[in-house]
């Protein structure tokens, strides 16, 4: 029997592997992922929403190979460029939506966006800026911002303010505003 090729078939993927490969080389960049070993990778994909609760908690915690991995995954620049472009789209979205009925399973409160519109443009900046680092916490609750039901850009009813869930956020990014994040205009 010839073989057609001189170079073995590589070895199927999983699904679950395939997943994490996909995850870990999102647009292109080297992950902080590749390097680990795949048991921890698998660890941290299948209970990355835990690990992120305890991030978003704050506090003292036990540190672990695995919360040290995701802390490198949510602070990765491509990670805070996915989460700026996703602030930046719910504003966009305000920005470009007509009056009327709206059929979607996902319901974004114009008023709220627009309200908070100026804060929400400077978070996306401060997330993005590479030259300043973030901390995991403040992305983890960028994040819920933009995922959450109960978020106020998503609830009508919210106890806070768009500009008040922001000023979390940035609190919990640390360090200075983005340029042009006027706290005061907020």
Request: hydrophobic share 40%; proline share 7%.
């Amino acid at each position: 029997m010839i073989s057609r090729s001189r170079y073995p078939a590589p070895p199927a993927m999983s699904a679950t592997s395939a997943a994490l490969e996909a995850d870990a080389s999102a647009e292109g960049v080297r992950s902080p992922a590749i390097g680990a070993p795949m048991a921890l990778r698998l660890k941290v994909f299948l209970t990355r929403g835990k690990l992120d609760r305890k991030l978003a908690v704050g506090g003292s915690y036990e540190t672990t190979d695995a919360l040290a991995l995701r802390v490198r995954q949510l602070t990765d620049p491509s990670k805070r460029r996915q989460i700026a472009r996703e602030l930046r789209g719910v504003v966009e979205y305000v920005d470009n939506r007509k009056s009327g009925a709206v059929i979607s399973s996902v319901v974004i409160e114009p008023a709220a966006v627009r309200a908070g519109r100026e804060t929400i443009l400077g978070l996306a900046e401060r997330i993005e800026a590479t030259d300043s680092p973030v901390s995991a916490r403040g992305v983890v609750l960028a994040r819920a911002l933009l995922t959450d039901g109960s978020s106020p850009l998503y609830n009508p009813h919210s106890e806070r303010t768009v500009s008040e869930a922001v000023f979390d956020v940035q609190d919990a990014l640390g360090g200075p505003p983005a340029p042009g994040f006027d706290a005061a205009a907020a």
